[in-house]
Structure formats: structure tokens, C-alpha cells
């Protein structure tokens, strides 16, 4: 009998479509499922509610398991797979979001095995009340400096009845507010048929309101509704009420749906200045004609025209909104579709006039380390804490920056300040990497006061090891300034970061740089480190090497165990010599 071995994996298919099968693999594995159960099983209380729904599968033998969440209502999640190869046993979830009374089940069904379908797991709603609804005209009450965050979010859908040609596209708009900036809010869209989606975040800045828009669309192809919510995690968290949508798909009136941007919803910087405001209209049938004008939260009003559609369905570019600011200022634009429907789209802004950077501010990206949980299998997702600084020769001064990540501005924004007049620095907001196993990319500093922004820093994360219990992190700054070829020169430091979780013996490892010619060359010297066995043990490896040209080059880590090879993706870096 074959030894046992480890799971493979599981993969998401997020539609009804699957590739086809070798023959006979699915009767290769037998399934049982237990614990289905439905968290909380009966709710009495204020609504909505987020009931859980779990069951543990054990999969044996090889082959491929196809099997979706069936419901009551007669709804069902997308089929998932599992693939497998020896034995091993999963928990499998999803959520659904009630904000009335209503009772049922969600049990588990296979395709192509037995059991047809595992035990039904019951559940009961009963609303005692509702939560109070905080949206754009029921702002979160504010909460001092001090006290813990509390978030709310409430969802709308555009349209929310189509009737007409399909596919038909729904935009779902969030609004999430929070009691005190700034803060960073985990949230979760919450799907009628897919259940619960990826982790997001929502970063709000000291410098700007405490309310913002987040938004996702779904393509709906047959007659039909559904919903979809808003989950805020945390002590602090709150779910939305259902955006509910209906689709009946025949002929009637072309639906126009605007999309409003900007590349600058929150500009820190000289004043007067003008922010730039894009959008697009998009009709699900031709022909069509759209009216539309771009309105703004204070009674000014931007372009106006009519587009006129032929051909197919599709999308077309609006007149630009240059909107020219003189102060500070707080509000929200709105492209709206005047006919064949209203229909609208809002993005809310923020400016903050600066004078400059007297004070010579300069920022610098400091480090990234590894900030995964210590007992999780590195086969989690990678997550990492980027640090910077903000230093001044003098003072007294206030500068905002923000993260650009992969060369852009993220919107996660803040104040670094100074009262004395001598030499200041300032550590900022650290910025969370989530997700980043298996990538590379980089972050950078922007100080708002004058744009300037600082050198890179560019990194690689990977999973190593037979047993996936080595975490590497890579990290290769950028230079700008002075380079050496002679003399004691002029140096840059890449930095590696080695995370063992329970491994005894040593690891060997070398940097390789791309040359010139497109091959990869060690370079420096060969290393290696030891582990002591220890659940989380972690060693750090600095090697400095000498600038000398201007160039843009790619380097990446690789490592060595029990007689494998492993590396990181690659990470790319420039220098630039003044």
C-alpha cells in the first residue's frame, strides 16, 4: 500500500465550466464528509448576520473530487476541485449575509462519487431588529483619538433592475466609514452564489475623510437575481445589508452605466491646482445615445455631451473633468448618465495645499520583514511589513507622504511633523504586504510637499524546503547618488532574510545577478546558516557590493537544501549615478 502523502491542492473554478477529466480518475477516490454545520445555527437578534457554513472532507486514493455548496433556496456556489494523491482532510467554507427572517440549509454535493450529498446543516434568522444603516447621508458618529476603530459599510447596486439584452453588467458601489483616521479596514465582498471573497483593505489617511468608495462589478448572462454585501473584519467590524439585483434578460431600453476616476482622489501638493477627473459610459445594446455631465458635490458643473453608440455594445470615454482647486478641500464628483435612464457614478477627493519642503525632507524606505503568523505553514500566503523613514536637516516642519507601491501611489497617507528647529526624523506608517508568496515588486516613499520620491526598495518572497518550512525574503535596494569604482567607493546593501519553522541543519545560499550579455552569474561569495530545530528561527544575511554605473539590472536568492535547490522570483533594481 502506497505510503501517505500530502494533499496537492485545492483550486477555485469560479464558474460552471471545468475541463475535462482523465477517465477513471474520479473513481479512484472515496469521500466522506462530517461536521457540516452552520455557525450560528439559530440567530435571534439585530440583522444582518453573517452565518458560517463548514464541513470537513477526507479524501482518499488519487484522482480529482469536483463538489460545490447546494442550498435551499436552490442556489448553488461555483464547483471547486480537489485534487489529491494519497489522503488528507480539508475544511471547507462559505458565508452568507441574512438581513431578514428566513430559515434553511446548505449541504455539500459531489459529482461523479458517493455520497451524492453530505448531511444538510439547518439554519434559522430571526431579525429582533436592525443595525443602524451609516452610509453617504447618515455619516458614522466620530470617535476620539483613543478609542478602538469602528467601522460601517452599506452597499448599493447600479442598476438594480436591468431588463434588456445579456450579459448585462452590475456595479456594486461600498461606502466604508470608520470612527477615527487614520486606519487600514480588512473587508470582504460577500456574494449570494460565490459566498465570501478575497481579503481587501481600505487604507485611510490622517490627512483625509473618513468615509470612501470601494466597488466591484458582476457580468450576469441569464434572467435572475441575487446580492452581494460588505463584511468589515476586526474587533470594530460591521456587515452591510444586501444589494439586491435583478436581471430579465429580452429587449427593452439600452442601460448606460457610468465609471468614474482619478489618479489624484487625494492630492497633497502647491495650490492652486487642478485634479483631472475620467470616467466611461458603458451600454449593454446598440444603438444608444447617453447625455451625460459631470457634476460636483459644492453646484459646479464640468463638460456635458451626448455619445452615440453603433456597432456593438461596449464602452466610450467621456469629456475629461478639470476641476482647478485654489484651497483645501473635501468633496465628491459625480459623472452622471442623464438618458435613456439616470444613472450615476461618484468618487469622492481630497486637497491639501502645501508650501514646498523648506525644511529639505527626504524619505527613505527602510526595510521589509516578514510578518506571517509564526505557527502557519509557509504554504499560507506571505506577509510582510514594509518600514520607512521621514528625515530633515532642520525645522520645524509638517510633511505628508505615501506609499507608491510598484510605482504607484497607493493612498496610504500621513503626517510626519517636527516643532524644533534642528535635525528630525520620523518612522511612518508601516505598509502591509499582503499575499506576496512567489512575487516581486517594490515600494517607495512620495513626499506630497514637492513629489519627490525616494529610491526603491525591491523585493522577492518565496516558499522552500520538501516540507515548505523555509520562508525567503529577498530585498534589493535602489541608488541614486554618488558611485565608486575606486577608493573606499560607494556601496549598496542587498539584504536576505531566512525563516525556518522547525528545521534542524544548514542552508546554503548565493545571489546571482543577471549580467550584461542576459546570463546569470553567481555573485559574491557562497554562504550557508544554521538552524537549531526551533518552531521559529530566523536569520539575517546583509551582502554589500560596490556601485560604480549608472544601469538597471535583475538579481534574485537562491538557497540550498538537503540537496535541493530553491529561489526567489526575480527582483529588479536600477542605479543611477549622479
Request: with cysteine; charged share 20%.
Amino acid at each position: 500500500m502506497r505510503a501517505l502523502q500530502w494533499l496537492l491542492g485545492l483550486a477555485l473554478v469560479l464558474g460552471m465550466g471545468l475541463p475535462a477529466l482523465p477517465a477513471g480518475a474520479e473513481a479512484e477516490v472515496r469521500v466522506s464528509v462530517t461536521r457540516v454545520k452552520a455557525s450560528p445555527a439559530r440567530h435571534t437578534g439585530k440583522c444582518p448576520v453573517v452565518v458560517e457554513f463548514s464541513a470537513r472532507i477526507t479524501v482518499k486514493g488519487s484522482g480529482v473530487v469536483r463538489y460545490h455548496w447546494g442550498r435551499s433556496d436552490g442556489t448553488r456556489a461555483p464547483v471547486r476541485t480537489l485534487k489529491v494523491q494519497g489522503r488528507k482532510t480539508v475544511v471547507v467554507r462559505d458565508r452568507q449575509v441574512f438581513d431578514k427572517d428566513t430559515k434553511g440549509w446548505q449541504a455539500i454535493r459531489f459529482f461523479g462519487v458517493k455520497p451524492k450529498l453530505s448531511g444538510k446543516a439547518a439554519f434559522s434568522v430571526k431579525c429582533g431588529g436592525l443595525e443602524p444603516v451609516y452610509d453617504g447621508g447618515h455619516p458614522l458618529p466620530p470617535g476620539s483619538r483613543t478609542d478602538p476603530v469602528r467601522t460601517a459599510a452599506s452597499v448599493t447596486a447600479t442598476p438594480s433592475s436591468h431588463s434588456g439584452a445579456c450579459p448585462a453588467t452590475v456595479g456594486f458601489t461600498a461606502t466604508l466609514q470608520v470612527s477615527r483616521v487614520p486606519a487600514r479596514v480588512a473587508y470582504r465582498w460577500v456574494d449570494s452564489l460565490t459566498g465570501e471573497g478575497p481579503l481587501q483593505y481600505a487604507d485611510f489617511g490622517a490627512g483625509t475623510g473618513r468615509s470612501r468608495t470601494v466597488s466591484a462589478s458582476l457580468t450576469v448572462t441569464a434572467s435572475g437575481g441575487g446580492w452581494k454585501a460588505v463584511r468589515t473584519l476586526g474587533p470594530g467590524g460591521a456587515v452591510s445589508t444586501r444589494a439586491n439585483y435583478t436581471v430579465t434578460c429580452g429587449s427593452g431600453q439600452p442601460v448606460a452605466t457610468p465609471a468614474a476616476a482619478t489618479e489624484t482622489q487625494h492630492y497633497s501638493g502647491p495650490c492652486p491646482a487642478t485634479v483631472r477627473f475620467t470616467g466611461k459610459v458603458t451600454v449593454d445594446r446598440v444603438p444608444a445615445e447617453v447625455a451625460y455631465e459631470w457634476v460636483d458635490s459644492r453646484g459646479g458643473k464640468g463638460p456635458s455631451d451626448v455619445l452615440t453608440f453603433t456597432g456593438a455594445p461596449g464602452s466610450e470615454d467621456v469629456i475629461p473633468y478639470d476641476r482647478r482647486v485654489e484651497k483645501g478641500e473635501a468633496g465628491t464628483v459625480t459623472l452622471r448618465v442623464l438618458t435613456p435612464k439616470v444613472a450615476e457614478s461618484t468618487i469622492d477627493f481630497t486637497v491639501r495645499c502645501q508650501d514646498g519642503n523648506p525644511a529639505g525632507a527626504r524619505a527613505t524606505v527602510t526595510d521589509i520583514a516578514y510578518a506571517g503568523t509564526r505557527s502557519g505553514p509557509c504554504g499560507q500566503p506571505i506577509s510582510m511589513l514594509a518600514s520607512g523613514v521621514i528625515s530633515a536637516p532642520r525645522g520645524p516642519a509638517t510633511i505628508t507622504y505615501e506609499w507608491v507601491k510598484n510605482g504607484r501611489p497607493i493612498e496610504l497617507t500621513d503626517e510626519a511633523a517636527s516643532t524644533g528647529t534642528g535635525p528630525w526624523k520620523w518612522d511612518v506608517i508601516r505598509l502591509s504586504l499582503q499575499k506576496e508568496q512567489d512575487a516581486s515588486g517594490s515600494v517607495a516613499i512620495k513626499i506630497h510637499n514637492d513629489g519627490g520620491v525616494s529610491p526603491a526598495l525591491n523585493y522577492s518572497s518565496a516558499c522552500a524546503g520538501e516540507e515548505r518550512d523555509l520562508t525567503l525574503i529577498a530585498t534589493v535596494p535602489d541608488h541614486a547618488g554618488a558611485c565608486s569604482s575606486e577608493g573606499p567607493g560607494v556601496f549598496v546593501h542587498n539584504r536576505a532574510t531566512i525563516i525556518a519553522r522547525g528545521l534542524s541543519g544548514s542552508v546554503v545560499y548565493q545571489w546571482a545577478r543577471k549580467t550584461a550579455d542576459g546570463r546569470w552569474a553567481d555573485w559574491g561569495s557562497r554562504g550557508g546558516v544554521s538552524f537549531r530545530g526551533d518552531e521559529f528561527e530566523t536569520r539575517s544575511l546583509i551582502y554589500p557590493w560596490k556601485v560604480s554605473n549608472t544601469e538597471t539590472r535583475q538579481w534574485k536568492l537562491t538557497v540550498t537544501h538537503k540537496g535541493k535547490e530553491y529561489e526567489t522570483p526575480v527582483a529588479s533594481h536600477t542605479v543611477t549615478c549622479a
